[in-house]
T-cell receptor, first 113, second 114 residues
Framework: AQSVTQPDIHITVSEGASLELRCNYSYGATPYLFWYVQSPGQGLQLLLKYFSGDTLVQGIKGFEAEFKRSQSSFNLRKPSVHWSDAAEYFCAVGPNTGNQFYFGTGTSLTVIP | DGGITQSPKYLFRKEGQNVTLSCEQNLNHDAMYWYRQDPGQGLRLIYYSQIVNDFQKGDIAEGYSVSREKKESFPLTVTSAQKNPTAFYLC?????????????FGPGTRLTVL
């Protein structure tokens, strides 16, 4: 069965510090992986995606993620967090043959001055 | 500009009433989706449609209904049978089943049952 786990419900970091958000997936085939960001009361915006090739992918807003097949992980990183990065972050995998996507429960990021 | 629109942004309904949430896209996407979002539960799939005049139930379809008469539109009706309808509803779309691509999301509709 396909599933996505985001172990950290909430993370607090200081502005300027580095960030890593964890994502583990279970998927029966070659995974297509995504990270989305959601500001309060808004829809989701795609940060980056991995389909194939280089396992380190770059996204928007200075984010990057690394696909590690051996660990079934796709962790999101940013070297220096800005206050505007405070938001909810979702990892997703898919689509399956039925064109469904599977989302983690999200990680809420708080940035302190 | 291409994108997905959802209306209204906020919706209030009395218990026992049906209500329809609108979702329109001009991205020429074949697939469209409805998700429900509750705090701490991420996104749960209600219904999805891969082509016009066809749709499938997701994980939490009970108390909801949809239609897909046009490629651009995928309205969701929350019926009185939905026991706890207060939530944030997100519509999304993606390209056809034959290509791999991400989902694009609308801005959401917050439904409150009074």
């Amino acid at each position: 069965a396909q599933s996505v786990t985001q172990p950290d419900i909430h993370i607090t970091v200081s502005e300027g510090a580095s960030l890593e958000l964890r994502c583990n997936y279970s998927y029966g085939a070659t995974p297509y992986l995504f990270w989305y960001v959601q500001s309060p009361g808004q829809g989701l915006q795609l940060l980056l995606k991995y389909f194939s090739g280089d396992t380190l992918v770059q996204g928007i807003k200075g984010f990057e993620a690394e696909f590690k097949r051996s660990q079934s992980s796709f962790n999101l990183r940013k070297p220096s967090v800005h206050w505007s990065d405070a938001a909810e972050y979702f990892c997703a995998v898919g689509p399956n043959t039925g064109n469904q996507f599977y989302f983690g429960t999200g990680t809420s990021l708080t940035v302190i001055p | 500009d291409g994108g997905i629109t959802q209306s209204p942004k906020y919706l209030f309904r009395k218990e026992g009433q049906n209500v329809t949430l609108s979702c329109e896209q001009n991205l020429n996407h074949d697939a469209m989706y409805w998700y429900r979002q509750d705090p701490g539960q991420g996104l749960r799939l209600i219904y999805y449609s891969q082509i016009v005049n066809d749709f499938q139930k997701g994980d939490i379809a009970e108390g909801y209904s949809v239609s897909r008469e046009k490629k651009e539109s995928f309205p969701l009706t929350v019926t009185s049978a939905q026991k706890n309808p207060t939530a944030f509803y997100l519509c999304a779309s993606s390209t056809s089943r034959h290509t791999i691509n991400e989902q694009f999301f609308g801005p959401g509709t917050r439904l409150t049952v009074l």
